[in-house]
């Protein structure tokens, strides 16, 4: 039997400082974006439970509510733990940007 033959394979990818901490600081945005659509998961889990989304056929009972409240704040353990995370990895990113590679500011909220 013949080992495989791996052809050569040299990609030039090149990044600036820049390039890699917009990069990083893309990835931060996105994992938060995640998390929001989770937590909103949870919200609507704990409103159908109750009721107040249609579809539930015959109300929950009390121990099922109480089911679905401990699987949400699981949930939201694990999705704070993931937060800190993302706020170490935020801080961290931002303070590898010096001072005078801050941009114009932008316009002022209304």
Partial sequence: MSQPNIPNFTPNITLTRDDA??????????????LSHIIN??????????????????????????????AVQDMLATAMKKELLLDNKLKQVTSIIPSGDLGPTGPSGS
């Fill in 21 to 34: 901490i917009n990069l990083l600081l893309a990835s931060i945005a996105m994992e938060e974006l995640g």
């Fill in 41 to 70: 998961a949870e919200g609507e889990k704990i409103q159908y439970a109750l009721g107040t989304l249609p579809g539930l056929t015959t109300p929950a009972t009390l121990p099922e509510i109480l089911e679905v409240n401990e």
